[in-house]
């Protein structure tokens, strides 16, 4: 699904950025994938998802494993 129509950035791509080059915010996509940087009508959603992908990580750190 597209989450920055502007730049053409989907959610996979933006989790494959979290997870390959630990981007953590709006400013990292923004310079990892060139997203989030021109309308801003995608700033929540892309920090909805990082919010999802962050709270993944620290599921998985955690040693707890979803079913
Ligand atoms: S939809 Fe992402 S900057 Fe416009």
């Known amino acids: 699904m597209y989450i920055c129509i502007c730049s053409g950035v989907t959610d996979s791509d933006i989790k494959r950025c979290v997870e390959q ?4 915010d709006i400013r990292g996509l923004k310079a990892e994938l ?7 009508k995608c700033i929540p959603e ?5 919010s999802a992908c962050h709270g993944e990580k620290t599921f998985v750190k ?6």
């Open 21 to 24: 080059k630990g981007v953590e």
């Open 34 to 40: 060139g997203a989030c940087g021109q309308c801003g």
């Open 46 to 50: 892309a920090r909805r998802l990082l």
């Open 62 to 67: 955690s040693g707890l494993k979803a079913a």
